[in-house]
């Protein structure tokens, strides 16, 4: 297994990327200690990194995958990991 | 000759860039014992492979890690590198090049970037640094369009002097990037040098809120399947017909040519009846790989993914399994190949699992007959509906559900404890497909299907041929070698009310089923059963075979998993001899199982 199924908690105005509305923006804060260190090479190779910027593009209905817009790609991630990426939302 | 490799991110262009610099002087070749396929082709006089889209150098899955050894293997043999990044996405495609760039300096090779879709960039008139971004890779860049041909003559004469001086190519990086790292590179460069801007993205966005939007998009993906569905078995059917008839004329012509009464039997029956059954597949497959090498490369699949992802992880599946199941429905082989595209190996196993229950165009035959022959003709539901329609529509259903069910128990016992990876996808920008790599993807996998499958088909038909003709000559069946072996398994199918004539066409169809309408028809003596269906269906009628006996029978159809070649192309991908005997006897299982039951069901109620 390459992520952790239990929801990480975040502190200071942190936040799960899953938290994060349609068409918010948000900068990347870190990663949850559950993530494989594989798997988070490969979010960051394509384009979440740390004080990265992310925003929501779209939700699918009943929680499938969400499309995110990150630096002039759009990722679409399942709450699997969006759980586990942490941001802070800009206003 | 001299070697070049293309080297590249999925849906950077690469493929059609390989087409515009090979023309149709290419092949498509697998790397001995592994699953990564590789392109050959030939620009005056130089090899130029096309290496599979890569996302990185850093593998997460073991397919990933053969093809990136692979890749490292390739290297040692100092190829010339061409590595093609995508102008509209800059950032994401330099991660990949850097690492490339990085491995040509160590190993020695020479490199050249390609920044594709430089059309995109001057339509929009953004600013792009090209001059100075050359300056800080150390590596000649040459801008392209491969869609427009803007740029090919210059990459042509690029990489011909590439060739002979190498050394004019090697790598100089800047002694400042040594040790940073790629992404932040990447990141710095794309920001002081790169298109400034989401080009494509603010375009792209609103026909992703029209494909992924909850009521819209499915109706749209549910249109889409339709209309698939709809050419499979519209589009195909001329040529389907056409091959039929040419078959048929060509063994007729060459039969009245031999005198000797035995071999133009085998002439007509067994080479010209046999390969007929068989080749009438071909267009079915030529038009699915063609429709869905247009949703591919068009960008929906990736979309279609998104769509499937929910509903089909409820059942321990992912939304890359779509594509392979689609496939499915045409034939197994092909399929179980689209499976490499699932980066999660449990899911990978499933999939795999689970496609022989997809109704391949295999299956199809058989059900015509068997329905025509047990289900009466009917207009139900006020005249709307046929009643041998929706028994196929049922039949259809009922692979799709069970496989559903098997892969959802499964996860949980069988596959419970193989590595699974979360489903992650960058989807690709929505584009026009270009028509001509499809075609050519569309004859390779149709070639591939003949030369697989074919040798095999070809062989039964021989064989039954033979057990059934000796030793006492034509229309004495009841007393050849075929009886004497069908009768020793009757034991076996006694339970489900099947005579030996339908063992026999049983277990023969094991290596191939849409044999058993053709060694059917032989048995019950009739010319070109696989022509008139009708006919041998009345026969079947006739023999005095209950309803119940041919409800157990469609349902072992439908599940058993009789084709030796789908089992040799598991073994292949998975690499597992053990997977194919499991599978093997658990569809063996479950489909003698379930026709016990329905027969019982069926000899209840009616």
């Given at each position: 297994m390459l992520v952790c199924h239990m929801k990480p908690k975040f502190e200071g105005g942190n936040m799960s990327l899953w938290k994060l509305k349609k068409n918010q923006k948000a900068q990347i804060t870190g990663f949850s200690k559950e993530l494989d260190i594989k798997f988070k090479k490969r979010l960051m190779d394509m384009g979440i990194y740390e004080n990265g910027h992310i925003s929501c593009f779209l939700s699918t209905p009943f929680s499938g995958p969400r499309l995110y817009s990150v630096e002039g790609t759009m990722l679409s991630l399942t709450s699997e990991i969006a759980r586990n990426i942490q941001v802070k939302p800009l206003s | 000759m001299d070697q070049v490799l293309l080297i590249g991110k999925p849906n950077s262009g690469k493929s059609l860039l390989f087409n515009r610099l090979t023309g149709l002087n290419q092949k498509v070749a697998n790397f001995p014992g592994v699953t990564v396929e590789v392109k050959n082709g030939e620009m005056d006089g130089v090899k130029i492979i096309d290496f599979p889209g890569l996302y990185t150098l850093d593998a997460l899955t073991r397919d990933e890690e053969v093809a990136i050894e692979n890749l490292k293997k390739s290297f040692e043999g100092n190829p010339?590198?061409?590595?093609?990044?995508?102008?509209?996405?800059?950032?994401?495609?330099?991660?990949?090049?850097?690492?490339?760039?990085?491995?040509?300096?160590?190993?020695?090779?020479?490199?050249?970037?390609?920044?594709?879709?430089?059309?995109?960039?001057?339509?929009?008139?953004?600013?792009?640094?090209?001059?100075?971004?050359?300056?800080?890779?150390?590596?000649?860049?040459?801008?392209?369009?491969?869609?427009?041909?803007?740029?090919?003559?210059e990459l042509k004469d690029t990489i011909k002097k590439m060739v002979n001086f190498p050394q004019e190519f090697s790598v100089?990086?800047?002694?400042?990037?040594?040790?940073?790292?790629?992404?932040?590179?990447?990141?710095?460069?794309?920001?002081?040098?790169?298109?400034?801007?989401?080009?494509?993205?603010?375009?792209?966005?609103?026909?992703?809120?029209?494909?992924?939007?909850?009521?819209?998009?499915?109706?749209?993906?549910?249109?889409?399947?339709?209309?698939?569905?709809?050419?499979?078995?519209?589009?195909?059917?001329?040529?389907?017909?056409?091959?039929?008839?040419?078959?048929?004329?060509?063994?007729?012509?060459?039969?009245?040519?031999?005198?000797?009464?035995?071999?133009?039997?085998?002439?007509?029956?067994?080479?010209?009846?046999?390969?007929?059954?068989?080749?009438?597949?071909?267009?079915?497959?030529?038009?699915?790989?063609?429709?869905?090498?247009?949703?591919?490369?068009?960008?929906?699949?990736?979309?279609?993914?998104?769509?499937?992802?929910?509903?089909?992880?409820?059942?321990?599946?992912?939304?890359?399994?779509?594509?392979?199941?689609?496939?499915?429905?045409?034939?197994?082989?092909?399929?179980?190949?689209?499976?490499?595209?699932?980066?999660?190996?449990?899911?990978?196993?499933?999939?795999?699992?689970?496609?022989?229950?997809?109704?391949?165009?295999?299956?199809?035959?058989?059900?015509?007959?068997?329905?025509?022959?047990?289900?009466?003709?009917?207009?139900i539901m006020g005249g709307f509906f046929n009643s041998r329609g929706m028994v196929f529509f049922g039949l259809y259903l009922f692979g799709i559900v069970t496989a559903l069910i098997v892969s959802a128990v499964l996860s949980q016992t069988t596959f419970k404890k193989e590595a699974d990876s979360p489903f992650l996808i960058e989807l690709p920008p929505y584009r026009v497909p270009h028509w001509k790599p499809l075609i050519q993807k569309a004859f390779t996998s149709s070639a591939q299907f003949v030369t697989k499958a074919g040798l095999m088909i070809f062989t039964v038909t021989v064989v039954i041929w033979v057990l059934g003709y000796f030793p006492h000559g034509a229309d004495q069946l009841d007393s050849s070698w075929l009886a004497w072996i069908g009768k020793k398994?009757?034991?076996?199918?006694?339970?489900?009310?099947?005579?030996?004539?339908?063992?026999?066409?049983?277990?023969?169809?094991?290596?191939?089923?849409?044999?058993?309408?053709?060694?059917?028809?032989?048995?019950?003596?009739?010319?070109?059963?696989?022509?008139?269906?009708?006919?041998?269906?009345?026969?079947?009628?006739?023999?005095?075979?209950?309803?119940?006996?041919?409800?157990?029978?469609?349902?072992?159809?439908?599940?058993?998993?009789?084709?030796?070649?789908?089992?040799?192309?598991?073994?292949?991908?998975?690499?597992?001899?053990?997977?194919?005997?499991?599978?093997?006897?658990?569809?063996?299982?479950?489909?003698?199982?379930?026709?016990?039951?329905?027969?019982?069901?069926?000899?209840?109620?009616?």
């Open positions: - | 010339s590198i061409v590595c093609i990044l995508d102008a509209t996405r800059l950032e994401r495609s330099l991660v990949l090049g850097l690492q490339v760039q990085e491995l040509a300096a160590q190993m020695n090779c020479p490199l050249v970037f390609v920044i594709n879709m430089m059309d995109v960039i001057l339509n929009n008139k953004i600013n792009f640094d090209l001059k100075e971004l050359e300056k800080k890779l150390g590596s000649k860049i040459i801008p392209i369009s491969a869609k427009s041909k803007v740029g090919l003559v100089v990086s800047d002694p400042e990037r040594l040790g940073q790292d790629h992404v932040k590179t990447a990141r710095d460069y794309t920001q002081k040098w790169g298109p400034k801007g989401d080009v494509i993205l603010k375009k792209q966005g609103i026909l992703d809120k029209i494909f992924l939007s909850g009521f819209l998009g499915g109706v749209v993906f549910f249109l889409i399947m339709a209309f698939l569905f709809q050419a499979i078995f519209t589009w195909a059917v001329p040529a389907m017909d056409l091959i039929e008839e040419v078959i048929a004329q060509l063994g007729t012509y060459v039969g009245g040519l031999v005198s000797h009464t035995m071999l133009k039997d085998f002439i007509q029956d067994a080479i010209f009846g046999g390969l007929g059954s068989f080749l009438v597949f071909v267009p079915q497959i030529f038009v699915l790989t063609f429709i869905i090498g247009i949703l591919e490369d068009s960008g929906y699949l990736a979309r279609a993914a998104i769509i499937c992802h929910r509903p089909f992880s409820f059942f321990g599946l992912n939304g890359r399994s779509f594509i392979p199941f689609l496939s499915g429905y045409a034939c197994s082989i092909p399929a179980v190949m689209a499976t490499r595209t699932i980066e999660s190996p449990k899911k990978r196993l499933l999939t795999i699992f689970t496609i022989p229950l997809m109704v391949c165009s295999a299956r199809l035959p058989v059900y015509a007959l068997l329905v025509t022959a047990f289900i009466p003709n009917t207009m398994f009757e034991w076996f199918f006694q339970p489900l009310e099947l005579d030996w004539k339908y063992g026999v066409a049983i277990i023969v169809s094991f290596l191939a089923r849409e044999v058993f309408v053709g060694t059917l028809g032989t048995m019950f003596g009739i010319e070109g059963a696989d022509e008139n269906i009708a006919g041998l269906a009345d026969n079947i009628t006739a023999s005095g075979m209950s309803l119940g006996a041919g409800i157990s029978l469609i349902i072992f159809y439908s599940i058993a998993l009789q084709c030796v070649s789908t089992l040799a192309v598991i073994k292949k991908e998975t690499g597992s001899f053990r997977f194919v005997i499991y599978q093997f006897l658990f569809y063996m299982g479950l489909a003698y199982l379930l026709s016990w039951m329905g027969l019982h069901l069926v000899n209840y109620f009616f």
